[in-house]
């Protein structure tokens, strides 16, 4: 199998998991704290990385960075906004609002090009302009349609842009990056379930073997969809990867509607196809300028 048909299947396996599995796992842990979900989260997948980082060999990659106080100042900013975009999405499941959620993530690539504009003063072209302000039309619109503006989608968004945005500038392996990451979260994580177990209210042990078993799958739900996605990245152009990104929230927005029974009505569906032409004509003017670099290279 060619390398670049292995970096596909990788790519929609990955957003697969992001997108059809996530949702589903975390409803199942509904009952379970939303911090307690995170706390649990950033233990378990802790021991999955630190085995990985031998095994990969960014064992220097990993020193390198903690013994780095610019690139560690970076990565507590990227750890807060992680921590937010997970809270934040793990609240909006248990709280049947998967479709907030997968719009979010509709919303994130048309984030990540206003935000190159403002932080690296990235030039945009007029149909990215005209892509920006169509998705400013749909919050508008949902806003006075349905009364309220989507601030789980909006928070989903900018969080995981400008986490991305920290983390193209650190420019670190994203297994070593995790682990810092998580690392700089486990005194929290520790203290918060520490805090409950004291206290009686630690649902790992007080709850069913299934809750349990479940909260100790949350490093792999961590992990394997991010192994997954850096397998997919070195086998397929960057480019390319891009247009796969909305296999997540297109398996989300399946899971909501026709697995939990969320409401897609005509106000909600007009937010989702003012988004849709606005990613549509993102991904045209993508595809073009990709064109016109590849004719001006060769």
Do not use: C
Not at 107 to 119: A, C, K, R, S, T
Not at 136 to 147: H, P, T
Not at 234 to 263: D, H, N, W
């Amino acid at each position: 199998m060619k390398e670049e048909k292995l970096g596909y299947i990788f790519a929609v396996i990955a957003f697969l998991l992001w997108g059809g599995v996530a949702p589903i796992y975390f409803k199942e842990v509904a009952a379970v704290t939303p911090l307690e979900v995170i706390s649990h989260r950033v233990l378990w997948s802790i021991l999955i990385l630190l085995p990985l980082l031998f095994i990969t060999k960014q064992t220097r990659v990993f020193i390198s960075v903690i013994i780095d106080s610019s690139k560690l100042k970076y990565l507590f900013f990227s750890t807060i906004l992680i921590s937010i975009n997970w809270l934040v999405f793990i609240w909006a499941i248990g709280n049947n609002k998967i479709l907030e959620a997968s719009l979010g993530y509709y919303i994130n690539p048309l984030i990540n090009v206003f935000l190159g504009f403002i932080f690296f003063s990235e030039r945009m072209s007029r149909n990215q302009y005209l892509a920006i302000f169509i998705a400013f039309l749909a919050v508008l619109y949902q806003f006075l349609a349905l009364g309220s503006i989507p601030i789980v989608s909006l928070i989903l968004a900018t969080s995981f842009g400008i986490y991305g945005m920290i983390r193209k500038k650190v420019n670190i392996g994203s297994i070593a990056g995790l682990l810092v990451e998580t690392l700089i979260l486990l005194p929290f994580a520790f203290s918060y379930l520490y805090y409950l177990y004291v206290n009686g209210n630690l649902e790992f042990i007080n709850a069913d073997s299934y809750i349990s078993i479940m909260l100790s799958l949350g490093g792999l739900m961590t992990v394997v969809p991010l192994l997954l996605f850096n397998g997919a990245a070195i086998r397929m152009k960057l480019s390319t990867l891009g247009f796969f990104q909305y296999i997540g929230p297109s398996f989300a927005l399946m899971v909501a509607v026709f697995i939990y029974g969320e409401e897609l009505n005509s106000d909600k569906m007009i937010t989702f196809i003012l988004i849709w032409i606005a990613l549509l004509i993102f991904s045209i003017d993508a595809i073009r300028n990709k064109l016109k670099k590849d004719k001006n290279e060769n």
